[in-house]
């Protein structure tokens, strides 16, 4: 059986906070740093510039760190994340900084979320002291579009998203906003979507998505897995049948025929024919084992399939019953790396099936399927 370790409490989570260039994250920011429900937060930026932080600056800790009146810390990345991280906690030990609950961590917008992830699991300091609440994406109901097209970084931070934030709906058509909820649903259908200007909850909306429900003080596995929003997707690599029916309606019953073709939005069949749109390669989909796994074989199929597509495999999730163990394992991947798996107390619901879910670039359900079935000679089901 595995080392498994206990998630609790005493590690204080990490949000981190990426999406395109332009898209809307310091926007976003600045808005939770203001917000009194936000105390106790310590924000790492890039640049003090970036966040117009004038008006709530009280006191600045030194060149690195500014405290805000609204409760929150803000400081810009030192010499790596690794140092910035340690730094941050034991001047909070040692009271230089008031006491934080949560991190947020915003990236620059061409940035890759994985390597920030492996730091976060990877680091021995780091990784004793924090852990990784949930990624969060922000994307513009603007450009959006064209970036998912265009851009596969800007496609790959939507689809290891643990919460979608679409910014710009206030000068985005309804139908552009309507069509791109679609994209990012096919793309990501576990992720949480919410609207930046609609939404006056929105800090609190982004966080707590990880494990650990502070609510219940207790370890939430179907909150983080959300298997139940793959049932209806798992088409990845399927080119004719994503986002649209093709009467012109989409699933809400809108008719999409007569929006806006300039910004280039609608133009469903083109989209669906587009050789070079890359949501073909990225895509999400659930495996379930009605039969108990068998630890050796399950670390045996996972890491083949890190060895063999591991830059594809963008993120893991999971939770399995294993025949060692009457009490449900957790897992969680990024790319080649696992977290330490995590032993719950109890199974959530009667459910007992184990569930994996993935997200890949270029890497079909079949193939994982099949790579499972050649590594423990039993089949998917
Ligand atoms: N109308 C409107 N404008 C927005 C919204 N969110 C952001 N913007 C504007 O979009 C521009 C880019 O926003 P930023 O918050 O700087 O985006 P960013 O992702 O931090 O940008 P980079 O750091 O360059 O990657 C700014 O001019 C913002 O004022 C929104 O919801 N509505």
Redesign the pocket.
């Known amino acids: 059986m595995p080392a498994v370790t206990a998630v609790s409490a005493a590690r204080l989570p990490i949000s981190v906070l990426t999406?395109?260039?332009?898209?809307?994250?310091?926007?976003?920011?600045s808005r939770i740093i203001r917000d009194p429900r936000m105390a106790r937060t310590a924000v790492i930026i890039n640049e003090f510039g970036?966040v117009g932080l004038d008006h709530l600056l009280v006191a600045k800790a030194d060149e690195n760190t500014v405290l805000m009146d609204s409760g929150c810390i803000c400081c810009t990345i030192r010499s790596d994340l690794a140092d910035t991280l340690r730094d941050l906690y034991l001047r909070r030990l040692r009271d230089e900084v008031p006491e934080f609950d949560r991190v947020v961590i915003?990236t620059?917008?061409l940035a890759d979320p994985a390597p920030i992830l492996h730091t976060l699991m990877t680091d021995p300091l780091v990784a004793a002291r924090f852990r990784l609440d949930g990624v969060v994406t922000?994307v513009?109901a603007v450009h959006g579009m064209g970036q998912l097209d265009a851009q596969e970084e800007s496609l790959k931070q939507a689809a290891v998203a643990d919460r979608l934030v679409l910014?710009?709906?206030?000068?985005a058509t309804p139908e552009a906003v309507d069509y791109l909820k679609h994209r990012l649903k096919e793309l990501n259908p576990a992720a949480l979507v919410v609207d930046?200007?609609t939404e006056e909850a929105l800090p609190v909306l982004l966080f707590d998505a990880g494990l650990y429900n502070p609510e219940t003080k207790s370890l939430d596995v179907q909150r983080w897995l959300r298997a139940e929003a793959y049932d209806d997707h798992g088409h990845h690599h399927d080119h004719h049948h994503h986002d649209h029916d093709h009467d012109g309606h989409d699933h809400d019953g809108h008719d999409h025929a007569d929006c806006d073709h300039d910004h280039g939005h609608c133009e469903h069949e083109d989209h669906d024919h587009d050789p070079n749109r890359h949501d073909e390669a990225i895509g999400a989909f659930c495996l379930t084992f009605t039969q108990p796994l068998v630890w050796d074989e399950l670390v045996g199929f996972l890491e083949t399939l890190a060895r063999l597509r591991g830059p594809d495999v963008l993120r893991v999730k999971g939770v399995l019953n294993v025949v060692e163990s009457d009490q449900p394992i957790v897992i969680h991947g990024v790319q080649h790396l696992f977290h330490p798996p995590v032993q719950l107390d109890a199974w959530p619901s009667d459910d007992r099936r184990s569930r994996i879910v993935f997200i890949t670039r270029n890497v079909s359900r079949q193939v994982v399927e099949t790579l499972y079935a050649s590594c423990t000679g039993k089949s998917v089901g």
């Open positions: 999406g395109f260039l332009g898209s809307g994250k310091t926007t976003l920011l970036e915003e620059t917008g922000t513009d910014t710009k709906t206030d000068i930046a200007q």
